[in-house]
């Protein structure tokens, strides 16, 4: 657990390696807590511990917000909740519906990536009452003690995505300002955008990243990982990952439309491959103009990101050709 701003603590998931998926948990001045974020069930005995160590009890917690459901935000959420007998979870409209229903969340990770994967990630996903979801508007602010948590919509990494801006910390952006690895920042900041695994829209996504910054905030708080401050190069670094992956889309719906069967999985495969290789090429090359020394280890710790985000825009391509 690291302090990243007054009363604001950065709490390591250990999500597949340390420091790839963090939760924040936020005090206000009358001792009440929440927690932004959720991670999966395997991850909330940490949280609790947080709060020991800081002298609060589940008791303290008024607020469990993911930004939206993706399992590695939301998949802890029922678990946690179930701990904190007097939280609500506040959630996108779009979101609370698979709070307080995951099934459909478990069966299509599972079809992903099979059972016993599945259950190593994601431990148990606990269905949240439907009495204890709020669901946030828009624009919406709530006042909480010192401090007032506003929520913004950031379609573009998934449409039931919003933001959390807190004005004396910063926004809470989850997946909408990127992937900011600390690792990977010794020779300067090195961001990219994520079109992960379904929703992809660079249109929508350029938009929330101007939202953001149009908050006129100092800091983000990235759910991947970690504060930053140095916004604009941030900004302009993720706007050109942006453009380079909906070259990508753009390169593979060209692919589909002009194929035989639109729908062969040897085509969608062989895209996915190609894809996942244009990505990790591009990031291999900026992180050596950096100084980093070893291709083969930045290959091996960013392989699974270029999958994941290869498949985010294959799948995106091959959906908007069945759309029409």
């Not at 511990?49 to 590695?72: F, Q």
């Not at 708080?221 to 970690?226: K, R």
């Not at 941030?234 to 990952?241: D, K, M, N, T, V």
Request: aromatic share 8%.
């Amino acid at each position: 657990m690291e302090e990243v701003g007054p009363d604001l603590y950065c709490i390591d998931c250990d999500y597949v390696q340390p420091r790839l998926a963090c939760v924040y948990l936020m005090i206000n001045d009358a001792g009440r807590a929440a927690f932004l974020e959720t991670n999966t069930s395997r991850a909330v005995s940490r949280f609790l511990e947080a709060l020991k160590v800081l002298g609060y009890s589940t008791d303290d917690v008024d607020w469990i917000i993911p930004t939206h459901v993706h399992l590695d935000h939301a998949g802890g959420a029922g678990a946690l909740l179930r701990e904190c007998s007097r939280a609500t979870v506040l959630a996108h409209p779009r979101a609370a519906k698979h709070l307080i229903n995951p099934d459909r969340l478990i069966q299509s990770s599972i079809q992903v990536y099979g059972q016993e994967t599945f259950e190593k990630l994601y431990g148990e996903i606990v269905p949240c009452p439907e009495s204890r979801v709020r669901i946030m508007a828009d624009g919406e602010s709530l006042h909480w003690g010192n401090r007032t948590l506003e929520f913004l919509y950031t379609r573009g990494h998934a449409n039931h995505h919003f933001c959390i801006y807190e004005k004396t910390s910063g926004v809470f952006t989850g997946d909408s300002f990127g992937i900011a690895y600390p690792d990977l920042q010794s020779g300067g900041p090195f961001l990219f955008a994520s079109s992960t695994p379904t929703d992809f829209d660079p249109p929508a996504a350029h938009e929330s990243l101007d939202r953001i910054r149009n908050t006129g905030t100092g800091s983000v708080f990235l759910t991947h990982f970690g504060r930053l401050d140095s916004l604009e190069e941030a900004g302009r670094q993720l706007h050109e990952s942006l453009q380079f992956l909906t070259g990508l889309y753009d390169d593979a719906r060209a692919r589909f439309k002009s194929a035989e069967d639109k729908a062969a999985p040897e085509l969608k495969q062989s895209l996915e491959e190609e894809v996942r290789t244009r990505i990790l090429d591009s990031w291999v090359d900026q992180l050596l103009s950096r100084g980093f020394p070893d291709a083969s280890a930045i290959q091996e710790r960013l392989g699974m990101d270029a999958a994941l985000n290869a498949g985010g825009i294959v799948f995106a391509a091959q959906r908007s050709l069945k759309k029409g």
